[in-house]
């Protein structure tokens, strides 16, 4: 028997739900056995629970690089706070200053070179806490990006929880991964 999230009184009504639909920062999200529905006769508590949200937000962003699709100012914060670093750290990773990754955050245009080398180095800051995604060597130094059109939105990530085996360490663990890759 599970435990309330919100009394901790004894319950039996948590469900893993087999999909859910969120969106984060205006990146429309689907959830693969990723969210547990809970629900508490004692308290009256009705809400969900994101499994691994903190690494969540690593598969969120690594599927956003991936997409071909010019990144906003607020796509470029967003991938920032994935990273879990301030401005003058990720301006400090890019090779830039504070004043310059303030002015795309802000929707100044970073330009496709840039752009490049945001997702590389994203990349290469979240990597660890994606297992479950792979991306060859040089993806993104070769990604060719396109802008969406007037009315057009982000196509739709699908992300999903997946079990990992690691034979030389003989572990197990739940990691999230990329359900469906859009061709945008």
Not at 49 to 56: A, F
Request: charged share 25%; aromatic share 6%; glycine share 8%.
């Amino acid at each position: 028997m599970e435990t309330c999230i919100a009394c901790g009184a004894p319950t039996d009504k948590v469900e893993l739900l087999p999909t859910y639909d969120a969106d984060v920062i205006g990146i429309p999200v689907t959830l693969r056995n990723g969210v547990l529905h809970h629900s508490c006769d004692s308290c009256g508590f009705d809400g969900i629970e994101i499994l691994d949200s903190e690494n969540l937000s690593a598969a969120v962003a690594v599927a956003r690089i991936l997409l071909p699709i010019v990144l906003s100012g607020a796509e470029i914060r967003f991938l920032r706070k994935a990273c879990q670093m301030n401005g003058k750290q990720f301006a400090n990773e890019l090779g830039c200053d504070n004043a310059t990754l303030s002015r795309w955050e802000n929707g100044g245009g970073a330009g496709e070179v840039t752009e490049r080398n945001i997702r590389d180095t994203v990349w290469s800051l979240l990597y660890k806490r994606v297992p479950a995604i792979q991306v060859e060597p040089g993806h993104f130094k070769r990604m060719e990006t396109y802008r969406l059109n007037d009315g057009e939105s982000l196509p739709r990530l699908v992300l999903e929880r997946v079990r990992l085996k690691d034979s030389a360490r003989q572990t197990k663990s739940d990691e999230w991964d990329i359900y469906e890759r859009c061709a945008a």
